[in-house]
């Protein structure tokens, strides 16, 4: 039997399984990240969790997952903000070296929409696109099983896409551009205009969703806002791509009931007439990190 | 010697020709395509035209190009406007029957962005972005050698992207939506507001790079204002599927030293610092139409 062995490094917890090429995980062990104690450290750890794994001498690559945009031909995080000393550390060299496996890797949103187009809610489809609608927002193009991730990785950064030039610059926070999405329309963006809007001790979207329900006029004004941001977001995606479906995982998703009627409305009025019926589903996978680190593995065997 | 049948189908003429694998033209006819007089004498002209080539007994497969959305599953035009009849029409089904080949089609921009990334000023490049500037604004995204074409071949409309929804609506002019940059930005746009911001005696957009150049300030606001809509287009596509290099053709690039500069400049801007060098060039192929149609050919046979 042949296996894939699956890397998913978090700034926290860092997981390395064995995958069979069906996606189901036979062997797996989770441990700290060790985030803070830089690449050598890091790397060291999940060497030494792989080689304590009795099916790794029947694996025929490494697949990993990281977070930040990583340059998959380099095998390096362009940007590490999480991982202390990760940006260009040489992460596939060094765990190739060391394990003597070919190493694919790609950043933590593309490898759990590669999992959830090749084994979950966006199964048997050529395109997929697959969106986080989290704390931030990320995406992750799929086009025939495997992931698109551009010059540097940054395919997918859908978070500083542009949904209207007219907003409040956010530049003592991050370094998205005014307008951004993520800045609009991500949980963690509700969360900041409840507080100045609604009460200061909100902290969660899904707070906002229940004082919308309740009648809440402004809270109704804030989803009415997110959603129409949304739709300027997926609408922009669908002009590039035209997915056969869009995936969306993510905490704010599950409130899908809540917000997916109105900002799918907004897509609708917003694309071409036969675009309107474009397919949203929800993520479906428990370990998309793993299973996608799997997944990287199969797409690269595929070739191009 | 393994040649290809390539059809460029347009709403004036269509050219069918016989391509080497190395992109070459051995054999071509063209005629006028006939657009109003419906699929059937369409085809059949197209039919008659192949058998009067002289290699076509030596021709593996059949690619061609076609103005409008392609359904390239079908192998139909999901939706035509300068070919009578022709939506939903069984085209590939038709010439397949005819011609006993295995069809392959796609719309004429999809087509012209695949030409330019295999054989034109994309070559060697793993994620193309192809861009039409013209009398409307078109594109197509090409990975490893393939066109994305998506659900109903909707990818690449991106001249329905809106770049600002806080603009005028031309719902009597086309079906585009409020803020659509090919109202805003096209060579179309930019006359029909020269027209009205300038002189009404201005038909082309050369005139008005003409006049700013001349220091004529409304004229050098509008491309103030068209190059900052093109940012605004080209940061939405680059956070999608960050290409290796963005190709551009169409009749508003013949003045790209009049806005290029600036264009990239609002792009650059507008992305994430390590996108801000992402490679701009000119398309360079003299019959992307055919030498397209021949490379669909080409993809298809690597597989997926």
């Known amino acids: 039997m042949k296996y894939y062995l699956a890397i998913d490094l978090g700034g926290t917890n860092v997981r390395v399984a064995v995958v069979s090429p069906q996606g189901d995980v036979v062997e797996e062990i989770k441990r700290p990240s060790r985030a803070s104690e830089g690449p050598t450290i890091v790397l060291d750890n999940i060497i030494d969790m792989a080689q304590s794994l009795k099916l790794l001498s029947d694996c025929l690559a490494i697949g990993m997952g990281l977070p930040g945009p990583v340059d998959t031909k380099k095998g390096c995080i362009t940007l590490s903000t999480n991982l202390n000393g990760f940006t260009g550390f040489p992460v596939a060299a060094y765990l190739k070296e060391r394990l003597n496996l070919p190493v694919y890797m790609d950043n933590d949103a593309n490898v759990a929409g590669l999992a959830e187009a090749v084994f979950g809610a966006g199964k048997g489809n050529d395109v997929v696109y697959y969106l986080t609608h989290s704390t931030g927002i990320g995406g992750a193009l799929v086009v025939n099983g495997k992931v698109v991730s551009g010059r540097k990785g940054y395919a997918g950064e859908i978070g500083n896409i542009i949904i209207d030039r007219d907003r409040a610059s956010y530049a003592h926070i991050n370094n998205l551009k005014v307008g951004a999405v993520e800045n609009e329309a991500s949980g963690?963006?509700?969360?900041?205009?409840?507080?100045?809007?609604?009460?200061?001790?909100?902290?969660?979207?899904?707070?906002?969703?229940?004082?919308?329900?309740?009648?809440?006029?402004?809270?109704?004004?804030?989803?009415?806002?997110?959603?129409?941001?949304?739709?300027?977001?997926?609408?922009?995606?669908?002009?590039?791509?035209?997915?056969?479906?869009?995936?969306?995982?993510?905490?704010?998703?599950?409130?899908?009931?809540?917000y997916w009627p109105q900002m799918i409305a907004h897509y609708s009025d917003l694309v071409h007439d036969d675009m309107r019926d474009t397919p949203f589903v929800q993520a479906e996978l428990a370990e998309p990190g793993i299973i996608g680190a799997a997944a990287l593995c199969m797409a690269m065997e595929k070739g191009n």
């Open 188 to 258: 963690s963006a509700m969360v900041r205009k409840a507080k100045q809007e609604l009460d200061d001790s909100i902290v969660s979207a899904g707070e906002i969703f229940k004082l919308a329900e309740e009648g809440n006029d402004k809270a109704q004004h804030l989803l009415d806002e997110m959603t129409l941001d949304m739709g300027m977001l997926l609408q922009a995606i669908a002009h590039v791509c035209d997915p056969d479906i869009f995936v969306m995982g993510g905490g704010v998703t599950k409130s899908k009931d809540k």
